[in-house]
Every structure is written in C-alpha cells, then in structure tokens.
C-alpha cells in the first residue's frame, strides 16, 4: 500500500523540514497549517485551523493519510491553557480521520520539556533532572502539555489500532520563517545586527551552559528520525530522544559564530545578560538594516524568538541528552552541529533573511 503523509504543522521548523524529507523520499506528502503556502515542490497543502473540527473535517474530506506526522503547537499564557489548547489540536485530528480507517502510525514531536518541565518550572532549582536526559525518566509531577498531547495518541491508538512514536528534540536548529522558536535564526539576527552597529556579540545565558556541555538538534536529523520511526517494524509503540549526536560547550561553539559573522564576541561575565533586552528597541534598526540589504522580512519579533534562546542559555544545569532507544533500533544518523549553524547560516543569506 502507498504512504501517505500527513505532516501537521507544515510550514514550522520541524514541519517544513520533514515535508520536504518526506517529498525528496518520493512520499505523497500534504502539509496542514493555518495557511500552508511554502516553497516546497511536491508538497500538497491542506488549509485548515486545528481548533475548528468541522473546518478539519471538510480539509480532509479527500485526503486518506497512512502517517500522520504531529509537528505543531500553540503558546498559550499558562500551562493550564496549553494543556487545553494543544491537547485539542491532537485529539481533533485524530477524531476527524477516525472514521476513515486509514491511519497506520502517528509520530508526535515533543521535546525535551518533558524532562526539564513545563515553561512555568522549566529547568528550575529543586527540580532539576539527572543528565544526560533518559528516555525511560518518568514524568515529572508537574502537568505539562506534551503528557496531554501523548495521552491523546495513546487514546486514539487504543480506539483506533494505529502505532504511534513520540520524538524528544532539543533545541532545534533549522529554517524556517515566522515560527514561534528558532534559536539559530535568532542568534543570526543578533550576530547581523552585531555586524552592522560595530557591538559585540554578547553571550546572553548562565555559567552552566556556557561551561557545561550541551547538545542541539537539526530539524534535518529529526526529520529522518521520524521518518525511519514511522517505518520500522521494531520502533513502534516507543518514545525516542533525538539530537545531532554530538557534542559541545557553547563556549566553543559561540566564537565559532562570531568568526563566521566576523564580529566580536563576549562570554559569561558572572551575569545572565537576556538578549530578549538586548534586542528589545532595535525594531527600527532592523527596519533600516533591511531596506539597506533588500531583505525580505523587516519584523523583528516574526524572526526573533530572544524569549525562547534565553530560556534554553539560562537554564542553570548543562543539558544534554542520550540517545540509546534509537541507536539500538539501529538509527544511527548523524549531523555535525557546527553544520547545522553553518548552514543554516547561508539559507539564510541565501533567502535573503539577513544581509
Ligand atoms: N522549535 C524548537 O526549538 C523546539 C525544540 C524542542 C521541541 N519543540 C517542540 O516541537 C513541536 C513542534 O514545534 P515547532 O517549533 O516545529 O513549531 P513551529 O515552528 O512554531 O510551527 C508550528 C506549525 O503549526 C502550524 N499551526 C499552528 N497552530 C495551528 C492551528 N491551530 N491549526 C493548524 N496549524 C497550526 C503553524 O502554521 P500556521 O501558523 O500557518 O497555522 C506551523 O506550520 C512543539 O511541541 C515544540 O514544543 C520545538
């Protein structure tokens, strides 16, 4: 029987990478979002709002997905919200293919809150896990949005028959533009606008992870992870940490930014320094720097997360994360993390993101 995904979240930076995986793979591929355009050639669009299930049902009126790919979420103010809201976005999906019988797996993304806690006792003192990060750690008492998310793929795996497989990426480094997170583009802005005013490129997190060592994830590496999940026999029913499988000290890898941006750097200097007040009146030169080098977006705050990099560089303990469950099962993909920067980097100078 021919695959059929659907990746739902499809323009975001977990999303839009997997699509276009999923595509270059020869997989009949639709991307669902609120508005789905993107450049990806192959990739079917299916224009639908996950909160409105009879709007879901007409999208998908034709569309008989055999994978389905859940890469989305909404930021809400409280953790209760977010319980609410992005448990909903799960359980409408599910509820609206239901009848049609055609769904074989699912493979939610989540992340590495599940260890670390919700955004409301995120990586807070007195309760901070054992790293590196387990897959087999249980959760923690706090309630947190990803524990809702999984529970209503475990209910519908019951109600439905399909497997299903859960994805816990670090911080993930790839492209995308106007998504809710993205520290890699976030951090190319800083360093361009470092570039452009003569200022140095400061390092705006904790002593621990300046020191400490740290781990990432390419959107490209998660992708492959949940396409290799998604059709293995022996990884179903399973959840998976992922990261590039390597590495490194943000004290390394913060002058190696610097040297591709040629600019100067500052390290930890005894205090956290947020880069969401470094960056917060710098709308207008954003604005100016834009016209100057024709770039495509002049809105700050739709290509700047500061509020998400200073949460993950002021966390008070290194974080990193092991990656044994896959590694047994045989996914052994691997992805250079100054790669992924680099990269990075170029597609965004390349779509004329930064000058
Ligand atoms: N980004 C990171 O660094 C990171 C790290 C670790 C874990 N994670 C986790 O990974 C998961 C995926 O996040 P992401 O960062 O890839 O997300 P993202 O880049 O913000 O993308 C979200 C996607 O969902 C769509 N969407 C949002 N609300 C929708 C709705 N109501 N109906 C239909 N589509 C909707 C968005 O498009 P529209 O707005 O057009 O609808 C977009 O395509 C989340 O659980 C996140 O917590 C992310």
Request: glycine content about 6%; charged content about 25%; hydrophobic content about 35%.
């Amino acid at each position: 029987m021919e695959n059929i995904a659907l990746v739902v979240g499809a323009t975001g930076i977990t999303g839009s990478n997997l699509a276009q995986e999923l595509v270059t793979n020869g997989w009949t591929t639709y991307g669902l979002a609120r508005n789905p355009n993107s450049n990806i050639s192959g990739l079917i669009p299916v224009k639908a709002d996950l909160l409105d299930e009879d709007n879901l049902k007409v999208a998908l009126e034709n569309i008989s997905p055999t994978h389905i790919f859940f890469t989305t979420w909404m930021r809400n103010e409280t953790e209760e919200e977010n319980i609410k809201v992005n448990s909903a976005l799960v359980r409408n999906l599910l509820n609206v293919l239901s009848p049609k019988k055609s769904v074989q797996h699912v493979a939610l993304v989540t992340g590495l809150k599940h260890y670390l806690g919700p955004f409301e006792a995120y990586a807070k003192s007195g309760s901070l896990p054992e790293t590196p990060l387990r897959e087999e750690q249980p959760r923690l008492e706090y309630p947190n949005f990803y524990y809702a998310q999984e529970d209503a793929v475990y209910e519908a795996s019951e109600r439905d028959s399909f497997t299903w497989s859960i994805h816990r990426p670090h911080t993930v480094i790839g492209y995308a533009v106007g998504n809710l997170m993205n520290m890699g583009t976030t951090l190319a802005i800083y360093a361009s606008i470092c570039k452009e005013t003569g200022s140095k490129f400061i390092f705006p997190g904790s002593s621990a992870q300046w020191n400490g060592l740290s781990d990432v994830t390419d959107a490209r590496i998660l992708a492959k992870q949940l396409i290799w999940a998604s059709t293995t026999e022996g990884a179903k029913n399973q959840a998976f940490n992922i990261t590039n499988g390597d590495i490194f000290r943000w004290k390394w890898l913060w002058e190696k930014i610097a040297d591709h941006f040629q600019i100067e750097f500052e390290g930890f200097d005894n205090n956290i320094r947020p880069l969401e007040k470094e960056l917060q009146n710098d709308q207008e030169l954003w604005e100016n720097i834009s016209e100057k080098y024709h770039l495509k977006e002049n809105n700050l705050s739709k290509i700047a997360s500061a509020w998400h990099t200073d949460l993950d560089l002021g966390r008070p303990i290194e974080v990193m994360t092991d990656m044994a469950n896959s590694r047994k099962l045989g996914f052994t993909s691997y992805q250079s993390t100054l790669d992924s920067f680099k990269d990075l980097f170029r597609k965004l100078k390349e779509e004329k993101i930064i000058p």
